[in-house]
Each structure stands twice: as structure tokens, then as C-alpha cells.
């Protein structure tokens, strides 16, 4: 069962789902989650307080705008908002292969206006 969350930068609020996989039930039994983020592109990447090990999964490099990714070996946490260096055209696309590991929805672009570094906090959501 999918997990709603709550992925909280600076005044910004997004509002989206864990899926029902290991890495994103791993995710889930870990909140709340302090992340560092840096920007590559319109992706923000980074790790997170827990850290996590690696998941079974199939991994993709093609994303959709709001897709929140996992790469095990490196131990980052990744939200897409557009295309990353790496991108062909518009899509988002990964440097690496990465687990999907949820969504979420929201204003992205407030998300596109902050900086290079930022703070987020991921947390349950709901009632």
C-alpha cells in the first residue's frame, strides 16, 4: 500500500506518495527524513538522515516530471522537476540508474526558482 507524504523546502509543500516497493516501504518505515539536496538540472539529489542500503527493483534512467528515484550505491534520494544534464529533449533523465520510488505533486515551479543547495524534510502525510 502506498505510503502519502509530505516533502517540505523552505515554504514549499508537496504532497505525493512512497510506493509499494522495498526501496519505497524502506523509505516509508524511515520517516521523517532530513534531506541535503543539490541540484543538477531541474533534479535535486542528495543524502538523507537515516541513510538507506541498496533495494531489489527494476531501475530505469527515464523519469516523469514529480518522480521521486533512489540509487542504492551512492545512497541519494532524488526528486525530478525537468530535464538534468544528462536529459535527451525534456525528460527528466537520471546519470545513473535509479528505483522509482514514488511521486509527488505540486508547484514546481517555485521548486525551479530556489537555489543550488537546499534543506528538505520528507513526512507522513494525512490525517
Same mark, same amino acid.
Given at each position: 500500500? @502506498?505510503? @502519502?507524504?509530505?516533502?517540505?523546502?523552505?515554504?514549499?509543500? /508537496?504532497?505525493?506518495?512512497?510506493?509499494?516497493?522495498?526501496? &519505497?516501504r524502506a523509505l516509508a518505515? &524511515? /520517516?521523517? /527524513?532530513?534531506?541535503?539536496?543539490?541540484?543538477? *538540472?531541474?533534479e535535486y539529489?542528495?543524502?538523507t538522515r537515516p541513510r538507506f542500503g541498496a533495494y531489489p527493483g527494476e531501475t530505469v534512467e527515464v523519469l516523469e516530471i514529480g518522480d521521486l528515484a533512489y540509487h542504492g550505491p551512492s *545512497?541519494?534520494?532524488? /526528486?525530478?522537476?525537468? @530535464?538534468?544534464?544528462?536529459?535527451?529533449g525534456s525528460e527528466p533523465r537520471a546519470a545513473a540508474p535509479v528505483l522509482k520510488v514514488g511521486r509527488v505533486q505540486g508547484d514546481f515551479?517555485?521548486?525551479?526558482?530556489l537555489g543550488a543547495q537546499v534543506k528538505a524534510w520528507v513526512r507522513p502525510d494525512g490525517p
Open positions: 500500500m @502506498p505510503t @502519502p507524504i509530505r516533502i517540505e523546502i523552505e515554504t514549499l509543500v /508537496l504532497r505525493g506518495e512512497f510506493n509499494d516497493t522495498a526501496a &519505497g518505515a &524511515g /520517516l521523517p /527524513l532530513e534531506c541535503d539536496w543539490s541540484r543538477w *538540472g531541474e539529489y542528495g543524502t *545512497g541519494w534520494f532524488c /526528486l525530478f522537476f525537468g @530535464p538534468t544534464p544528462a536529459s535527451r515551479e517555485a521548486l525551479r526558482a
